[in-house]
């Protein structure tokens, strides 16, 4: 069958199983959309500014388990798109994203609307094509879908000029899975090593299971569940882990960090065996490597990337491959070694009970107050009115680390937010993307009055296609991170870090035909959200909550210190 | 240490790019690169020399095999292997001179391959160390122009690099 470049993008995101596509039309692209006008396989969401397309792509991606699409067209269109871009290379999310180019007598000239499209986006993807000639415009569709989901996933970017999506050539449906002699990436660790682990998880008198993203991307929640049941360790999940092992279960301590919990981070500093799964020894996470390196411990470390291991931390078992199929080969081996030599039960008891002692700081207690909203009160009531099964999105700085402690996700996928790039703005565009990958579900935004105003143009796309996010603003008139840090750190100047002539939140929404709530005192805190998940269901609403102006977020870890070097709250500084 | 690594990768457009911006937006360091098409057409063979601490080249090499345009890597240093490099070396020959050149030249088995009255141009191959010898034995007022292609390198005996 003949056909054009334009109508053989569409069958290839048809043949992917693709049912959304995010996007924002533009001159390089027209033919594109002529295709999308004319075909029935999938929807386009047409978003206010590019990089909230690539976000809404991104979150739709980590909210299922399907690839994210985003449609962009040339030179600025594609430059919008890289913020999104880069995002979700951070955090290895799979996405295919699509881009207009000048065509291809024109590249080189400064054509109008030409950018160097492979150029700029060639560190922060996981591979790029140009796609030169309309015959190599299927197989490069197919790749870029093959190689964004196998392996470590990333998003994977086809820059297809205007010429290519006109000229025609024969189509052929797929036929079997995309080859390639230079890609061919790894699903089993090496037993050996895996044997190793579990040896040393046997003999550990204080284990400790330290769990990331990666748990979430090879949807392994319920094997790692099994293996914290199977040892009887404390369990920790990561920023980007959230989810993966219940936030309610006992063996659970809490996220480690720099805003973690006192206990995750004495039990990461101090236990005997670590084992590391999906996790990359992120700065924001283990802080100092070299004070974290000064306390002995043996370290399995479980990737898919092998360069993510011994990056910063020297391991001692590295094991290369898919979490999912390292962790079922593991559990076998486990229950295996484990009925030849059974374990002492007990074996545990005493670090259980300094775990426990380190737990009784009670390290997320806050001051309370009647007058005064604090912002950590909001995320508990939103977890009381929400059972804690609703996704939720967040932007980036205080409320991000208080939606993180305070929200105890149950299931994996549920946290929505940027946890490599820190990317204020992705809290509304994530939000559309999980809305259309689970039209049902209820979905939050927790955010700031900052955050939410560099992607706010989106409330528009909100009412557009009927979305129905429910956005918390904690609002604290200032840029809370900025301003902790600047209290701590830069003797309480506060530069450049208050929020001075915000709008009048509730009217904004409205004029978009949402639901705005202004929220000033503690005790309409739970009735304002209750109303917005019962009587506003279908409507997008706005929360706005006048928080408590400085409150921080504890415990902290300064930038560059130990672990174990935590401020407990403002009594340490 | 010095380290030099061979990398097989497909002869794309870019796929050099992919290979240098990796080493720049990292921080590694390039001391010479070669590359050009092997007996495959579609296939390049590059070779890297990198400084680094060993813990910095295995970053590198497990970096370089990330890249999906990337289809094998060796550290060559791990085992017996063989380096050359090649020079062009433009230099002044008058008087006295000219005849001391020329006869350094034959002692290091360098050839002459064109003359002027008052120069020679001179061709040598060799390892980095002989290159840097030969320099450090001309006088260096004499040397009007070097041009050095960066080290190849191969693996000794039966070892071999190929799909």
């Avoid at chain 1, 236990?271 to 306390?295: E, Q, S, W």
């Avoid at chain 1, 931390?313 to 590295?318: I, K, L, Q």
């Avoid at chain 1, 390290?363 to 995320?379: A, G, N, W």
């Avoid at chain 2, 070669?34 to 813990?55: K, N, Q, Y």
């Amino acid at each position: 069958m003949e056909l054009n470049g334009a109508d053989i993008v569409v069958r290839c995101l048809a043949e992917e199983g693709v049912d959304h596509v995010f996007g924002y039309p533009g001159g390089a692209v027209l033919y594109i959309y002529d295709a999308i006008y004319k075909q029935d396989s999938f929807q386009h969401i047409l978003v206010r500014h590019e990089q909230a397309a690539v976000h809404a792509a991104d979150a739709y991606s980590r909210s299922s388990d399907k690839v994210g699409v985003a449609l962009v067209t040339s030179g600025p269109g594609l430059t919008n798109a890289v913020t999104g871009i880069a995002t979700a290379y951070m955090d290895s999310i799979p996405m295919v994203i699509i881009s207009g180019q000048v065509p291809t007598h024109a590249i080189g000239e400064d054509a109008f609307q030409e950018c160097d499209t492979v150029g700029i986006t060639r560190p922060c993807v996981k591979h790029n094509f140009l796609v030169r000639d309309v015959k190599e415009l299927a197989e490069t569709m197919r790749r870029a879908f093959y190689i964004a989901k196998t392996g470590r996933p990333g998003p994977v970017l086809v820059d297809i000029p205007k010429d290519v999506t006109v000229a025609t050539c024969k189509y052929t449906a797929r036929r079997g899975e995309v080859r390639m002699r230079s890609y061919s990436p790894v699903a089993k660790g090496h037993q050996g090593q895996i044997k190793k682990a579990v040896q040393m998880l046997l003999a550990a008198e204080r284990p400790m299971i330290y769990a990331g993203g990666g748990v979430v991307l090879s949807d392994a929640s319920n094997e790692l569940r099994e293996l914290v049941e199977l040892t009887g360790a404390p369990c920790t999940t990561t920023l980007m882990g959230l989810g993966a092992y219940p936030g309610g279960e006992d063996k659970y301590v809490g996220m480690p960090g720099m805003h973690g919990t006192f206990e995750a981070n004495m039990a990461m500093q101090n236990c005997d065996v670590l084992i590391a799964v999906g996790a990359r020894f992120d700065d924001r996470v283990i802080g100092n490597p070299k004070h974290f390196a000064a306390t002995p411990r043996k370290i399995v470390h479980v990737d898919i990337d092998p360069s993510s291991i011994s990056k910063r931390v020297r391991v001692d078992v590295p094991i290369v491959g898919n979490v999912k199929d390292v962790l079922q080969d593991m559990l076998g081996l486990y229950v295996q070694a484990a009925a030849e030599t059974p374990a002492d039960k007990g074996r545990l008891a005493k670090w259980w009970e300094q775990v426990n002692t380190w737990r009784a700081r009670q390290c997320l207690d806050y001051e309370k107050s009647d007058t005064l909203i604090k912002p950590q009160f909001v995320v508990e009531k939103l977890w009381e009115v929400t059972g804690g099964n609703a996704f939720v999105t967040s932007d980036v700085g205080q409320h991000q680390m208080w939606a993180a402690q305070y929200y105890r996700f149950n299931k994996p996928r549920r946290w929505i937010n940027s946890g490599g790039l820190g990317t204020m703005g992705v809290g509304l565009p994530y939000a559309m993307g999980v809305q259309m990958a689970n039209p049902d579900a209820d979905v939050a935004v927790i955010t700031g009055e900052a955050s939410i105003q560099m992607n706010i143009q989106e409330l528009s796309t909100c009412s557009q296609y009927r979305m129905t996010p429910k956005i918390l603003c904690l609002n604290n008139r200032y840029l809370g991170m900025v301003r902790q840090w600047q209290q701590i750190d830069y003797g309480s100047r506060y530069s450049e870090s208050y929020v001075d002539a915000l709008p009048d939140f509730v009217k904004l929404v409205e004029s978009y035909g949402h639901v705005g709530l202004r929220i000033e005192k503690p005790a309409d805190v739970e009735p304002a959200i209750r109303e917005a998940f019962t009587k506003h269901k279908k409507r997008l609403v706005f929360l706005d909550f006048i928080t408590d102006q400085t409150e921080n977020v504890w415990p902290m870890v300064k930038a560059g210190k130990g672990l174990t070097e935590m401020l407990l709250g403002s009594e340490d500084l | 240490m010095k380290h030099v690594i061979s990398i097989l990768l497909e002869n794309e457009p870019g796929a050099l790019s992919r290979v240098v911006g990796l080493f720049s937006a990292r921080g590694y360091n390039i001391e010479t690169l070669t590359v050009a098409p092997t007996e495959d057409p579609t296939l390049s063979r590059m070779t890297i020399v990198s400084v680094g601490s060993d813990e910095i080249i295995e970053q590198i090499t497990k970096h370089l095999n990330r890249l999906i345009d990337v289809v094998k890597v060796v550290d060559l240093s791990e085992g017996p292997h063989i380096e050359r490099e090649l020079m062009l070396i433009k230099v002044r020959a008058v008087g006295k001179e000219r005849e001391e050149i020329k006869r350094m030249a034959d002692i290091f088995r360098g050839r002459i391959i064109d003359v002027t009255d008052k120069t020679y141009t001179i061709e040598l191959t060799g390892d980095q160390g002989k290159i840097e010898a030969f320099i450090g034995a001309l006088d260096r007022s004499a040397i009007l122009e070097t041009v050095r292609t960066g080290v190849s390198g191969i693996g000794r005996g039966e070892r071999v690099l190929k799909l």
